[in-house]
Every structure is written in C-alpha cells, then in structure tokens.
C-alpha cells in the first residue's frame, strides 16, 4: 500500500502529480491512499505515509512501467476540482479510481449511469451548491484602512463564512475578480483567505472571531430591507435558498422575522397600489412555455454535463444540415450574458459562438465598455446553424419563431445554471429566446424587461446589423451604450 501526503485536503496540485506517478509507477486503484494535513487517510489508518508530500512524495515509487502519457479528458480535471473540496474522505481514491478507467474507456465521463461517475457528479454539485451559497452569503465588515507604498488608501475588510466544504481556495479567485480594490480576509475554520491587491495568501482555518457592529453591517441592513419584496416572499422557498444554518453570520437575517410578519400589510398595500403602476413587459403577453426537447437527459447540473447533452439535441431539423450544435461558452460564475442570435458560418464550423465577423465587432464593442471578457457568458438562442446552400457558399437564414421556442428549453437552462445578474439581448431572436415573445428593438431598447427568473434583461441591437447597415455608425454607437449601461449596472 502507497500513502501519499498532500500539503492540505483540498490539495489538487499535488494530488494530481502523485496520482501521476502512481499511475506511471503501475499502481493499482487499491494500492493508493491519500492522507493531508490534519486528516488521515481512509481505510488505512496505519500505513506510513509517503515522505514529503507532492512531487517528493513520489520519490519512493517504484520505476515506471506504464509507457507513455497519462490522457484524460477535460471535463475530468474540471470534476476533480470541484471533488477535491468534498468532505468525503475517499475523494481522492475515488478520482484515482476515475483517473485508472479513464485510461481503457474514454468515454467513461459520457456514461451517467456508471456508478462511480454517478457519485463523483453528486460530490462536485454539491460542492458548486456550497459555492454559490458563498458567493451569495460572505459580507464583509470593515475593520481599517492602510496607506499604500504609492499613498493611496485601501479600505480593509473581514468576513467570517462557515462553508460546508472545503471550498476557501475554489472559490478565492471569485472574490478577488469582484473585490479588486478592497483588502479583505474571509475567516472559516478549515482556511483563510487574505487579498491585499496584490496577492492572495492562504492561512490554516481559525475560530468564529467575536462579532463587532458597525455601520458597514448596519448599511447592509438598510440595503436589505429595502430590496425585500414581499409579493416574493415564499418562505420555504426562502429557506432552501437561504438555509438557517447561514442566517447566524448574516447581518440582515435579524431583520427576516419582523419583515415576514409584516408581509401580509406591506403586501395588501401593494394590491391596492397595483393599478396605478406600470406593467411589466412582460406580463402584456402570453408567456409561451419552452419545449422540452424529446430526448432523455437525466439531471443535467452543469454546463459540462449540458453541453454533452446538447450534442444530442434532434428536436427541430435544423441539426442535420449543421456541422455541429453550439453551445453557450464562458464561466459558470459569470455575471453577464449575452445571447446572440445563433451560431454563423464560421461559429458553425469552429463549434463556439461568436468568432466570426459579428463575433469581431461585439468583442470590439464589449472591450471597449469597459466589459470584462472572462465575466460573460456567451451563448443563443437558437444552437445550430441555418442556412441555404448557394454554390459553395452558405447563406445564414433567420430562424423561424417556432424554431427558437423549440430551443428554448436549452437557454433556460443555461441562464439557471449560470445565473447571472444581466442579461443583455442581440435582436429580435435572442428576446424571443429570452422572453418568448416577438418585440422590435427599436422600441424594446428603453423598455424595463425582465426574463422569467427575474435577471433583468438588456435589448439591443445584433452586431450584424451594425455590419449591414448602410451607415452603421448609429446602431454601432447603441449598441456600445447599451453595453456601457450594462457595465454600469454590473457595477452598481
Ligand atoms: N451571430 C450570432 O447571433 N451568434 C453567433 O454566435 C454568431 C453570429
């Protein structure tokens, strides 16, 4: 039996260099175990770990007798760093395990009823749950500021989060890309992170630190209460949103008794109040129901897994004369996204939205509001290309009403599964998508319009448009603006 150490339990780096050699070395799934700081192995709590940890790990291994390179495919590296996180203690054999199979069936991650993958999909949605509940609950108190070496003044922050996993340095990035200006430490008792504008620091977990008021705490209050909306007020709803086991760290759950109890009032009021406001856009037209595609696709709960799924998808014809489906492409953490209208020529043969000549003035257009590239999800509304054959060339057709409400189902479910603040729309086939109805965009472009879940949604023009028209600086200017607005908003 080999047992090796990593330098924390989260340790994918070094998990992923011994995995390495041990699988070079010949070792079995069953002669492997892991062990980190601070948490013994499973299974075999006497064997003598492995001197050193990662690569010094292996210097104990016996010679190679695998030949070659170890492959596997990208989505195994993304499962295993959510995996890692888990607090089970077999993770790493299991991905182990995973890793070994991998090597005689490629298409071992496409198989969802294997057992093994079946567990390991399970492990790392729960750990993207837990990630999204810190994304959603960490708040910060400020606690200083400090002068820097160039005589600017950063303000300093602490926050104290209670994760289920071990999800600290998973998520740490996240934070950093929406806290750049700020110094902050987020405090849990299995790590700690620290951000001073430069450089992220990691140190060993620590205990609940005494709570301290102030008006960082009390600001956050106010802003709560104002946002909270009791026609929306589901309270089980509320609870597997928001469990009660996060409500001690936040500053505003005080305030939830008293707002559910004022509900009902606040809620007759706003009754009484409801002629005199304006409709929402969308309540003016009949909500058509996306179509869920004819095929089986079990649980899809990642962009992995629907991206997969979506190479299957035959519920309109318009698959077959197309070289490939085109999924939507960026973060699942994204706060925006865009959804054009569906793939082009080049977008068709590259496999990825937006890379030919609309794609290059959106890009252009995107940079220059200000817009952060790696914060947008990109997608369509419809997914595969249609066109006539002309000779060689292919002439793009717009998709007809009923072939973007069929492809409906697979927006949805990317904007549940990413979620993100925004959304912008590019013409009149992407609002269709998006709310299921016809608009012309002229005149939706100031209209408040919101998607189903309630992400507020921006409409605009395509950047073929821009491209068509015979004098394309006025749609290009609005097109510009309307991504300026949407940064404002982003940053608001
Ligand atoms: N136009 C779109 O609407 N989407 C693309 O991906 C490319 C061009």
């Given at each position: 039996?080999?047992?090796?150490?990593?330098?924390?339990?989260?340790?994918?780096?070094?998990w992923?260099?011994?995995?390495?050699?041990?699988y070079?070395?010949?070792?079995?799934?069953?002669?492997?175990?892991?062990?980190?700081?601070?948490?013994?192995?499973?299974?075999?709590?006497?064997?003598?770990?492995?001197a050193?940890?990662?690569?010094d790990a292996?210097?104990?291994?016996?010679?190679?007798?695998?030949?070659?390179e170890?492959?596997?495919?990208?989505?195994?590296?993304?499962?295993?760093?959510?995996?890692?996180?888990?607090?089970?203690?077999?993770?790493?054999?299991?991905?182990?395990?995973?890793?070994?199979?991998?090597?005689?069936?490629?298409?071992?991650?496409?198989?969802?009823?294997?057992?093994?993958?079946?567990?390991?999909?399970?492990?790392a949605?729960?750990?993207?749950?837990?990630a999204?509940?810190?994304?959603?609950?960490?708040?910060?108190?400020?606690?200083?500021?400090?002068?820097?070496?160039?005589?600017?003044?950063r303000?300093?922050?602490?926050?104290?989060?209670?994760?289920?996993?071990?999800?600290?340095?998973?998520?740490?990035?996240?934070f950093?890309?929406?806290?750049?200006?700020?110094?902050?430490?987020?405090?849990?008792?299995?790590?700690?992170?620290?951000?001073?504008?430069?450089?992220?620091?990691?140190?060993?977990?620590?205990?609940?630190?005494?709570?301290?008021?102030?008006a960082?705490?009390?600001a956050?209050?106010?802003y709560?209460?104002?946002?909270?909306?009791?026609?929306?007020l589901?309270?089980?709803?509320?609870?597997?949103?928001?469990?009660?086991?996060?409500?001690?760290?936040?500053p505003?759950?005080?305030?939830?008794?008293?707002?559910?109890?004022?509900?009902?009032?606040?809620?007759?009021?706003m009754?009484?109040a409801?002629?005199?406001?304006?409709?929402?856009?969308?309540?003016?037209?009949?909500?058509?129901?996306?179509?869920?595609?004819?095929?089986?696709?079990?649980?899809?709960?990642?962009?992995?897994?629907?991206?997969?799924a979506?190479?299957?998808?035959r519920?309109?014809?318009?698959?077959?004369?197309?070289?490939?489906?085109v999924?939507?492409?960026?973060?699942s953490?994204?706060?925006?996204?865009?959804?054009?209208?569906?793939?082009?020529?080049?977008?068709d043969?590259?496999?990825?939205?937006?890379?030919?000549?609309?794609?290059?003035?959106?890009h252009?257009?995107?940079?220059?509001a200000?817009?952060?590239?790696?914060?947008?999800?990109?997608?369509?509304?419809?997914?595969?290309?249609?066109y006539?054959?002309r000779?060689?060339?292919?002439?793009?057709?717009?998709?007809?009403?009923?072939e973007?409400?069929?492809?409906r189902?697979?927006?949805?479910?990317?904007?549940?599964?990413?979620?993100?603040?925004?959304?912008?729309?590019l013409?009149?086939?992407?609002?269709r998508?998006?709310?299921?109805?016809?608009m012309?965009?002229g005149?939706?472009?100031?209209e408040?319009?919101?998607h189903?879940?309630?992400?507020?949604?921006?409409?605009?023009?395509?950047?073929?448009?821009?491209?068509?028209?015979?004098?394309?600086?006025?749609?290009?200017?609005?097109?510009?603006?309307?991504?300026?607005?949407?940064?404002?908003l982003?940053?608001?």
């Open positions: 039996m080999h047992t090796f150490a990593l330098d924390h339990p989260a340790d994918l780096e070094g992923r260099e011994t995995a390495r050699a041990a070079l070395a010949g070792l079995q799934p069953h002669e492997v175990l892991w062990t980190s700081a601070g948490q013994p192995s499973p299974g075999d709590l006497f064997a003598a770990p492995v050193g940890n990662g690569a292996t210097a104990a291994l016996p010679a190679p007798v695998n030949e070659g170890l492959r596997v495919p990208r989505g195994f590296m993304q499962l295993a760093r959510e995996v890692v996180c888990h607090r089970d203690e077999a993770r790493f054999v299991l991905l182990y395990d995973l890793l070994f199979r991998l090597q005689s069936d490629r298409h071992l991650l496409r198989k969802a009823a294997d057992p093994l993958l079946d567990r390991m999909v399970r492990l949605k729960e750990i993207r749950r837990d999204h509940k810190m994304k959603a609950f960490v708040r910060f108190q400020k606690v200083g500021e400090r002068t820097t070496v160039t005589g600017d003044t303000e300093q922050f602490v926050s104290w989060f209670e994760p289920s996993h071990r999800i600290v340095r998973f998520k740490a990035s996240f950093v890309k929406r806290f750049t200006s700020m110094d902050w430490s987020i405090l849990t008792p299995d790590d700690c992170v620290h951000w001073d504008g430069e450089k992220l620091r990691f140190t060993p977990g620590t205990a609940k630190p005494a709570a301290r008021e102030d960082l705490e009390d956050w209050r106010t709560y209460a104002s946002i909270f909306n009791p026609a929306r589901k309270v089980s709803a509320m609870q597997s949103e928001m469990p009660k086991k996060y409500w001690k760290n936040l505003e759950a005080e305030l939830i008794p008293e707002l559910v109890r004022s509900a009902q009032s606040k809620m007759a009021s009754v009484d409801a002629p005199t406001l304006p409709k929402p856009a969308m309540m003016r037209h009949r909500e058509i129901a996306p179509e869920e595609p004819a095929l089986d696709l079990g649980k899809v709960s990642s962009l992995s897994e629907l991206r997969t979506l190479g299957g998808c519920a309109c014809p318009l698959h077959g004369p197309a070289t490939q489906v999924p939507g492409t960026g973060q953490s994204a706060s925006l996204m865009i959804v054009g209208e569906q793939p082009g020529d080049q977008e043969l590259a496999g990825r939205p937006f890379v030919g000549p609309a794609g290059a003035v959106l252009a257009l995107i940079d220059e200000g817009l952060d590239r790696d914060d947008i999800f990109l997608t369509n509304a419809v997914k595969h290309f249609k006539q054959p000779g060689k060339r292919r002439i793009h057709q717009n998709p007809a009403a009923h973007i409400d069929t492809c189902w697979w927006l949805e479910k990317e904007i549940a599964l990413v979620q993100p603040k925004l959304i912008v729309g013409g009149g086939s992407a609002m998508g998006l709310t299921g109805r016809t012309a965009i005149r939706a472009r100031g408040e319009i919101a189903a879940s309630g992400t507020p949604v921006i409409a605009t023009y395509h950047p073929s448009y821009v491209l068509r028209a015979p004098e394309p600086e006025a749609p290009r200017r609005m097109l510009l603006e309307d991504l300026q607005r949407a940064h404002a982003l940053a608001a």
